[in-house]
């Protein structure tokens, strides 16, 4: 089992930044990909961003390109995911997820997942 705790979350104004961090404990040595996803309110899931085991490959969503930069430092076993230039239409509860086997974008296919933490972005 792996449990992810997720951190850094809150209120920001719209051009501003914030740095959001994921803890991971139990069998971290199993983790493949770590990834970020957000789900705001009367929306579905959708993914932000991933990063492989070695931290050298990353991938992310069109609407974040540019703007996000996921990192992953498994001395600490922490993920990152800087957040510059926010927008309004980044208000959601953004989730840490693991996954021992695949790199996907597709929400399903991580088996761990964090409690989540809001982001709020103001105009």
């Known amino acids: 089992q792996v449990q992810l705790v997720e951190s850094g979350g809150g209120l920001v104004q719209a051009g501003g930044s914030l740095r959001l961090s994921c803890v991971a404990s139990?069998?971290?040595?199993?983790?493949?990909?770590m990834a970020w996803f957000r789900q705001a309110p009367g929306k579905e899931r959708e993914f932000v961003a991933r990063v492989n085991r070695s931290g050298g490959n990353t991938y992310y969503a069109n609407s974040v390109k540019g703007r996000f930069t996921i990192s992953r430092d498994n001395a600490k076993n922490t993920v990152s995911l800087q957040m510059n230039n926010l927008k309004p239409e980044d208000t959601a509860v953004y989730y840490c997820?693991?996954?021992?086997?695949?790199?996907?974008?597709?929400?399903?296919?991580?088996?761990?997942w964090g409690q989540g933490t809001q982001v709020t972005v103001s105009s």
């Open positions: 139990g069998r971290t040595f199993s983790i493949a990909t």
């Open positions: 997820a693991a996954d021992e086997w695949s790199a996907s974008e597709r929400a399903s296919f991580y088996d761990y």
